[in-house]
């Protein structure tokens, strides 16, 4: 140790220094004030805290001569603040007190700078007496790097702690190194508390075990790993991804592992409710395709229909046999059943704004079940029905409802099939004081304590992907919502499900206006009508009809035609066919609308438009429902009842008169 060249056990008498010793200890002395010379550090020897001896780096380091060192007191190399701390020491081991033989202080050069220096102190002996050898060690680079460290891991120790990831570093066996303030806080405990532990010490056996294997994989292979997880925490689902970087010296091998751990559970629900969001966009497309083709397939079918169930009824209002009688009443249940189904489906594929209107509940759950009847039956779904008959009608959305209780009942067979390949569906409906209670229950697996508060979440499902509408329970929950109502269920595992829709009873803010008793007045014979539908059958069953109550009948099956018959006479009734052209082949059949024909109608006399009654097959399609709210005209949709449309010509034909 350079401090040590002077001591005791290799003190040289300073008159060897002055050549008053043998050649052979001149040339010991020689050799080792050489090594003091060229020391890189400062070498000196004081006498009562005055230099005695110095080396040249000592000369550099100070910036003063030698001789100016010579002789000069050692705290006046030193800052002023720095020199009552020195002579405290000083004086303290004076009184024998053990006093650290290095320390670190800061000295003033001559030009006025401020150098960091360490002190290494022992004692000696000079000239005979007591002396101090002494290494000076300039620091002042070291200590800059040191405080220029200290700032960076303040920066980054500051960035890392207001980052929203969890940090840690852990060594090569899985032993923490450290961890920033959000992991700490995780583990509830404090980051410098995380050194040396591993994750045994904080998580279950299984998912520590888990964490470890990854990490083993990750020093193996030496790569990065993105890793997703699932778990629950606090009884609530969290979704967090942890990407573990290998740590790697200068020569590549692996010594440890930086891990982030971010909580991305927001995100994800995010993108599922994107995706949630897309399909039911899809669904909602389809529908609305289904719709517009619905709404054509049904102006089909209900215009043959109109013709089955007009003759028919018109035959068995003839003197005919029993048997006969018999035969045409099924013909006609059978097609007032298909005239059912079309409605329903009419329903139920139409997509429009909601809008809300007196409804009959116990009617809209009858038309859902009307709807689902087959499949059921076909099932072996038993369904018992107890619907009150007392239940006051509410403002509602009817079609907004029609398919909250479908997606129930949808969800009810799915669960009865899965759990017994038949079933039992109970449907009640019921006012409970100014609510009326709807309620499906079920005999199928039932639903989980835990799962029964999840099931009208966003995107919870118990079902195989696929499976349902489109409509889920949290729609379903939200639209019940909507009408300041409330949706509910109520199960245990095994014993089935119940889910309770319950609805207030809401009047309308306007009176509503009950409908004029008139009493049905004798025919006038000689009541001129017009015809105008493009269906042969149509034609030919209402010309009958009406000619058999008297009136003077004509038909056309072209509105063109009407138009031209408008223009040169006069008739008490019109009956119209409201349904818009059909495009087949590019060609437009009968070449104007009941529409474009009202408004030409409105042209030649307003007071023609009173005397018009529209023929609809299609009442549920948006443009006929615009239409008619707009102009309030009157109109019976097809297939319609032969006594119903009586009736209506005769109201007509009264108000009119």
């Known amino acids: 140790m350079p401090g040590r060249l002077l001591s005791r056990q290799n003190r040289i008498e300073v008159k060897e220094l002055v050549g008053q010793k043998t050649v052979l200890e001149r040339s010991t002395t020689d050799r080792y004030f050489n090594l003091i010379e060229h020391a890189a550090d400062g070498i000196a020897i004081l006498q009562n805290g005055v230099f005695k001896l110095v080396n040249s780096a000592l000369v550099r380091m100070s910036g003063h001569d030698r001789e100016e060192l010579l002789g000069m007191p050692f705290i006046r190399l030193l800052t002023p603040e720095c020199q009552n701390s020195v002579m405290a020491r000083y004086q303290a081991r004076l009184a024998g007190k053990e006093v650290p033989s290095i320390y670190e202080i800061k000295a003033a050069t001559r030009d006025g700078g401020v150098r960091d220096i360490e002190i290494n102190a022992a004692l000696t002996e000079y000239e005979g007496r007591p002396a101090d050898e002494v290494i000076i060690r300039d620091i002042t680079e070291r200590k800059q790097t040191e405080e220029a460290l200290r700032k960076s891991e303040e920066k980054y120790r500051v960035l890392l702690t207001n980052l929203p990831q969890k940090i840690f570093h852990k060594d090569r066996d ?32 299984e998912l520590a075990e888990k964490y470890r294997a990854d990490d083993r994989r990750i020093v193996e292979s030496g790569r990065t790993e993105d890793i997703e997880e699932r778990y629950v925490q606090d009884g609530q689902e969290q979704i967090v991804r942890t990407v573990k970087t290998p740590i790697k010296d200068e020569n590549g091998n692996v010594i440890g592992i930086l891990g982030v751990f971010s909580d991305i559970t927001e995100c994800k629900r995010a993108e599922e409710r994107e995706k949630q969001l897309q399909h039911e966009l899809n669904v909602a497309s389809r529908l609305a395709s289904i719709g517009e083709m619905a709404s054509g397939i049904a102006h089909e079918i209900n215009n043959p229909l109109t013709g089955v169930i007009g003759f028919s009824q018109l035959l068995m209002s003839r003197d005919i046999p029993d048997d006969m009688r018999d035969d045409l009443q099924v013909i006609n249940d059978e097609a007032q059943r298909v005239a059912k189904i079309v409605g329903s489906l009419l329903t139920f594929a139409h997509q429009r704004e909601p809008m809300r209107e007196y409804v009959d509940i116990n009617d809209i759950t009858s038309k859902v079940l009307e709807l689902r009847s087959y499949h059921m039956k076909v099932s072996n779904i038993q369904v018992v029905t107890q619907l009150a008959p ?30 017994h390949n038949r079933g039992k569906l109970s449907v009640k409906t019921e006012k409970i004081g100014s609510s009326i209670r709807v309620s499906f229950a079920d005999n199928g697996h039932g639903i989980s304590k835990e799962n029964l508060d999840k099931i009208f979440n966003p995107f919870f499902t118990t079902g195989d992907v696929g499976n349902g509408t489109g409509l889920g329970l949290s729609i379903c929950h939200g639209i019940v919502t909507a009408h300041n109502g409330r949706i509910y269920a109520e199960s245990e595992l095994g014993k089935g499900a119940t889910f309770v829709v319950e609805l207030p009873i809401v009047a309308d803010t306007r009176q509503m206006e009950k409908p004029q008793v008139i009493e049905e007045e004798p025919l006038r014979k000689r009541a001129k009508v017009l015809v105008v539908d493009d269906e042969k059958a149509i034609l030919d069953f209402l010309k009958r009809l009406l000619a058999e109550q008297g009136y003077d009948v004509e038909t056309v099956n072209q509105a063109n035609t009407a138009l031209q018959k408008l223009r040169t006479k006069r008739y008490d009734l019109i009956l119209l066919d409201i349904k818009l052209p059909l495009i087949l082949l590019d060609i437009k059949l009968p070449g104007m609308s009941g529409i474009e024909l009202y408004h030409h109608i409105e042209t030649i006399d307003p007071a023609l438009l009173k005397k018009v009654m529209f023929i609809t097959g299609d009442v549920m399609e948006t443009t006929t429902r615009d239409f008619l709210s707009k102009t309030e005209a009157s109109y019976i949709s097809k297939p319609f009842d032969s006594e119903q449309l009586k009736r209506d010509i005769n109201r007509i034909l009264t108000e009119c008169a």
């Open 174 to 205: 899985s032993i923490y190194v450290a961890c920033n303030d959000n992991y700490a806080r995780d583990l509830k405990i404090n980051a410098d508390e995380i050194i040396g532990k591993k994750d045994y010490d904080f998580f279950p056996k």
């Open 390 to 419: 007392d239940l006051p009608p509410t403002m509602a959305d009817g079609n907004q409802l029609q398919q909250v209780f479908l997606n129930i009942i949808l969800n009810a067979e799915q669960e009865m099939i899965k759990a």
